[in-house]
């Protein structure tokens, strides 16, 4: 417990957190976050930490840009807010759905907006569903997601992630949900087996999916570039190309979670271009407003875009939409977000400091702990293992991660510990000598953890 004793006992007695084990919060308290400036955040005892996840992979401008304060009063000012219900708009929200579908050098027709990225990937499905139903084929309704791979926590994004916590006791996921294997080649590959020949059989592995479930009753395939939450993996190249392959083969929609790589974070604008994916659908969330405001975008390309605009005509709606869809407020912050990414050349510098990153972290695959690391741009994992020849989790898996994150946290880095990989995703304004700091006092972090073990 870091905190002003009453601030704490309030915090433990009034608010249910995220993601947390309520219980240990009862007995430790929490770390309560006061402050922030650039790649700093400062908690209520005065304690300063480099924000080695940038919050939740998503401040991308760091915590103190007072262009997009000065964005949201204007906002404020203006128009506070209005919907985009009932043929009613706002200027923020076109300019942003123009800015974004021009960004994808027209590749995505139209915006869609949410609060969040899990609301984006809900709709997505209800899109997909209604586009299938346009089309009469209303068996086509399943979507295929990855174990391991994070779309977000209502009813249907959650059953799209494909991790056990977020599933258990929640009674999901829904039946319409199918998921194939991780393509982590370190922890899912056969002895010996290249990129390519692992790349090939994900491919055919999804094929025999599509084929044992019926062509007919596939609509979607959904994936991160790079998984994030699910340990950043970053695919074989030859992955996503083969697995688009198979979907089109079968006329399934393929879906490009961008909520984590949106914007800049692998050092391109989207992971997309990078991995060869050509979307029907991108999710954008995070970095779109460095999360300074709740906002997340639906892309859809034109071929989705044309039948959901009949579809609607057909029905006399399209019967979906949030209060806060197209948020003036939040549209304003995005706009003036994209625009400090593009004048700072904040996606290059991703590229530089990221390349930083990764040559720190690579070099401490020697050390007797590490059994991988991975990443790209400014976005990376370190893995901990009880044997590197054997690749042997650690027992019970997760334990030595949490003592690493809170010895991190100790030494005044934050880092995010899922199971035994410690993940890293600092603010895209990172420089090349902040970069080399937060990789010291990881390297110091982690030569305590050892020491202790
Ligand atoms: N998709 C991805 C790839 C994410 O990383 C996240 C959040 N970590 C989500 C969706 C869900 O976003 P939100 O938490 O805003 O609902």
């Known amino acids: 417990m870091n905190a002003p004793d009453s ?41 300063q930490y480099i924000e080695g996840m940038a919050g939740l992979w998503s401040v991308a401008v760091g915590f103190s840009e007072p262009r997009l304060a000065q964005a949201a009063y204007r906002q404020m000012q203006n128009l506070p807010f209005y919907h985009t219900f009932s043929q009613k708009s706002n200027v923020p929200s076109i300019e942003l759905a123009e800015k974004l579908i021009s960004l994808t050098d027209g590749s995505m027709a139209q915006a869609f907006f949410t609060n969040s990225g899990s609301e984006a990937n809900d709709t997505i499905v209800k899109m997909v569903w209604y586009y299938n139903n346009a089309l009469g084929r209303p068996e086509k309704k399943k979507i295929i997601a990855r174990h391991r791979g994070y779309h977000g926590v209502t009813v249907a994004s959650a059953s799209l992630t494909g991790l056990a916590g977020n599933h258990r006791s929640f009674d999901l996921p829904l039946p319409q949900m199918r998921h194939v294997r991780c393509p982590h080649l370190y922890r899912e590959g056969l002895p010996g087996e290249t990129e390519a020949a692992f790349g090939d059989r994900l491919a055919a592995e999804l094929e025999a999916l599509i084929l044992a479930e019926g062509p007919d009753t596939v609509a979607a395939f959904i994936g991160e570039p790079v998984m994030g939450a699910g340990g950043v993996i970053v695919p074989p190249h030859a992955y996503w190309p083969k697995m688009q392959a198979v979907c089109r083969k079968y006329d399934v929609l393929v879906i490009a979670d961008e909520v984590i790589t949106g914007f800049g ?33 639906v892309l859809m390309n034109k071929r989705v875009a044309d039948v959901l605009v009949r579809h609607s005509g057909e029905l006399g709606t399209f019967g979906h939409g949030y209060t806060a869809s197209g948020h003036p407020v939040a549209a304003a912050v995005a706009l003036e977000n994209i625009r400090i990414i593009e004048e700072r050349g904040l996606v290059g510098n991703a590229a530089v400091s990221g390349a930083v990153l990764q040559r720190r972290l690579h070099a401490l695959a020697d050390h007797p702990l590490v059994g991988e690391v991975r990443g790209v741009g400014l976005i990376a994992a370190v893995e901990l293992v009880a044997d590197k020849v054997g690749h042997t989790p650690f027992d019970p898996v997760g334990e030595v991660g949490a003592l690493l994150v809170r010895q991190a946290q100790g030494n005044g880095l934050i880092l995010r510990g899922i199971q035994d990989s410690l993940a890293f995703c600092p603010p895209l304004i990172i420089t090349e000598a902040q970069v080399n700091t937060l990789a010291d006092r990881f390297e110091q972090s982690l030569d305590e953890v050892t020491r202790a073990l």
């Open 7 to 47: 601030l704490a006992h309030s915090d433990v007695a009034y608010q249910f957190h995220s993601y947390t084990n309520a219980q240990r919060l009862r007995e430790e308290g929490p770390c309560i976050m006061a402050q922030g400036e650039g790649i700093y955040v400062r908690d209520t005892e005065g304690k």
């Open 265 to 297: 974070r692998t050092g391109h604008l989207f992971a997309s271009g990078l991995f060869g994916i050509e979307p029907d659908f991108m999710t954008l969330s995070k970095q779109l407003t460095s999360s300074y405001m709740p906002l997340a975008a």
